[in-house]
């Protein structure tokens, strides 16, 4: 299947600091991109969709000034956690679909552990 | 987007064929079924997708009956490495593909 990674797999940031995390796509351009959160023993929570070169549309309850989002290219997107408070440590996954070879599967990547300390 | 319901846990023994049920009765005419694996600390792994009837790929066996009120996973002769968190999902066949996140069957395989 498709290739999404994510970079870095595992980042401790001291709270009041940004963290950004970066989400390819390796073998196929991403005309949408997604963005989840996930805690310990729960399932995947969507924070936000981007679509290259707009806005990203942001979930109900989420931050769009404090969790910013980038897709400035059809293989990259980031997610800039600002102001990072112990509150924020979570297991964060971004998903992307788009033309071949996706093609209307949506891979994800291998997700970011963000600890704020 | 379609609400899907599926068991919360299902236990295995090592060889057996396991059957995940996933219940979505308010599917849309344009939605697909799809199905992803996740194991602790990963990001979901993509098992299979199908629209109706059904689709066997290496890994597993999706069944779809006529009305598509609900989907059957089918995994031949589980291993130990099965072990993990199996969502359903339901996503447009149009617009964003968004998917939401049920909480999942978490599969426990049993030497």
Redesign the interface.
Known sequence: GAVVSQHPSRVICKSGTSVKIECRSLDFQATTMFWYRQFPKQSLMLMATSNEGSKATYEQGVEKDKFLINHASLTLSTLTVTSAHPEDSSFYICSARGRLPSGNTIYFGEGSWLTVV | LAKTTQPISMDSYEGQEVNITCSHNNIATND?I?W?QQFP??????II?EYKTKVTNEVASLFIPADRKSSTLSLPRVSLSDTAVY?CLV?S?AG?????????TKLSVIP
């Open positions: 697909y799809t992803y600390s990963q990001g979901p792994r993509f997708q969502y996503r066949g964003s593909y968004q998917l939401t996140f049920g909480k999942g």
